[in-house]
């Protein structure tokens, strides 16, 4: 299966998503416009003149015959990860655990051996990996950003190189096919889906599966997340659309589960057509996704988030009406979809925190001029609320600040905008 979308890779622009990228079907239905964003990674000292500068826009389409929901435009990786883009390493707490239990997992259901090699792509610093290699396994990191020396340096292999049929020959050269072949939080984000899924079937032993980790569309309808539309996100996969991507490669969905990374997550596991047993959590997934996931809880999914941006209005409005400042807390890229989406400037937003070595410090929020200023200004200046942009997590953020010392109450922007009062 091909797609004869053009590439955006190399163009220097944007490609408009005119067919699928999946199964070529041209009749892709509109189902949300969040409006035209900045590139996330382009963030202006504070101080700079602000100058002309592209912006995108942000429309999902869902395809009917294959059921993949996607981006309609494609930007060009050179202008979303700039040579000046940092690697991100280190990892949270919710990711560390999560690639244990992926580790524990696959161990038990694929019934590894000690000399099964596992290869993950876009394996970042090696974490994921470090769990195989300490069971004693065979591992390979496959990893474009320097984050990959970092994980050479920790003495998890790594190729410091895109994930393509070239880096797939180098390891059949030099370890031969792979028992298992990881991609978490990637899957979902490189163009040329169809290269990519085949270099992955020409990795795998006979019997080999491949593991996949994304953003899950599902929980992206059901709590209002609309705020992880941007342009690195060319697709939002539920499991439907995979089981029709991989089956076009041969693969079959062998075991797939909900996973709590990035807000809401999805794991899969493919085999080569009937190599591996398929667990019924497959096809109890696939009918919560058909019991969720219909006409009518898309359009209250549109409802819900226009309701979002207009109540987190009124009750800024409130707040600003009395005089009191809103720190926002974290400017993950998901920050700069639901700034630009709402309307937030710095006269609502006063300025937004990154901890310590962030390299988001001293320059202004993509699209506005919000300062991101150190974390310490928030007990420094103990300002009336924290405005939790990185809201999936607030349950864990909001225990910890308090604890810090800070005083202040919290503004919590979705699914449902709400303000909590100080709690001491
Ligand atoms: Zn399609």
Not at 4 to 15: D, F, K, P, W
Not at 84 to 91: A, E, M
Not at 284 to 308: I, N, Y
Not at 343 to 360: A, F, R, Y
Request: proline share 7%; net charge neutral.
């Amino acid at each position: 299966m091909k797609s004869t979308l053009a590439r955006a890779a190399g163009t220097g622009g944007s490609v408009v998503v005119d067919r699928c990228q999946v199964c070529d079907g041209r009749d892709l239905e509109p189902i949300i416009f969040v409006g035209y964003l900045p590139p996330v990674n382009e963030m202006p000292a504070i101080g700079t003149r602000p100058a002309e500068q592209p912006a995108y826009p942000a429309q999902v389409l869902r395809c009917p015959r294959c059921e993949l929901v996607q981006l309609g435009l494609i930007v060009d990786p050179a202008i979303l990860f700039p040579p000046s883009y940092p690697y991100l390493s280190g990892t949270t707490r919710i990711l560390r655990e999560n690639f244990a239990e992926l580790y524990r997992e696959s161990a038990r259901l694929l019934g590894l051996r000690r000399e099964d090699l596992v290869v993950d792509i876009g394996s970042n610093d090696g974490t994921l990996l470090s769990n195989f290699k300490q069971a004693g396994h065979r591992v390979r990191g496959i990893e474009p950003t320097r984050a990959g020396d970092l994980a050479n340096e920790r003495g998890i292999p790594t190729d410091i190189a895109f994930f393509d049929r070239t880096a797939v020959d180098r390891v059949l050269a030099t370890e031969g096919p792979a028992t298992v072949v990881t991609a978490t939080n990637v899957f979902a984000h490189i163009e040329g889906i169809h290269d990519i899924t085949d270099a992955v079937v020409a990795l795998l032993t006979e019997d080999g599966v491949f593991i996949s980790e994304s953003h899950y569309w599902l929980a992206l309808v059901e709590t209002l997340q609309y705020d992880t539309i941007y342009h690195e996100h060319l697709r939002h996969y539920t499991l439907a659309s995979l089981t029709y991507l991989l089956a076009a490669h041969g693969l079959e969905v062998i075991h797939a589960k909900r996973i709590p990374t990035h807000g809401g997550s999805i794991r899969v596991y493919a085999a080569r057509k009937g190599a591996r047993p398929v667990q019924p959590t497959v096809a109890g997934l696939l009918a919560e996704e058909r019991a969720a996931l219909t006409d009518e809880a898309l359009a209250r999914f549109r409802r819900g988030v226009v309701a979002s941006k207009l109540g987190l209005y009124a009750l800024l409005k409130d707040v600003k009406a009395r005089g009191e400042r809103v720190y926002g807390i974290g400017a993950p890229s998901r920050a700069s979809t639901l700034i630009n989406y709402v309307g937030l400037d710095e006269g609502i937003l006063d300025c937004v925190l990154e901890i310590e070595g962030s390299h988001k410090i001293g320059k202004y929020v993509p699209g506005t001029l919000i300062p991101v200023l150190h974390e310490r200004k928030l007990l420094a200046d103990q300002p009336e609320h924290a405005l939790l942009l990185s809201w999936h997590i607030a349950d864990e953020l909001m225990p910890k600040l308090t604890a810090n010392g800070f005083r202040g109450g919290y503004i919590v922007p979705l699914p449902q905008p709400r303000i909590l009062p100080p709690t001491r």
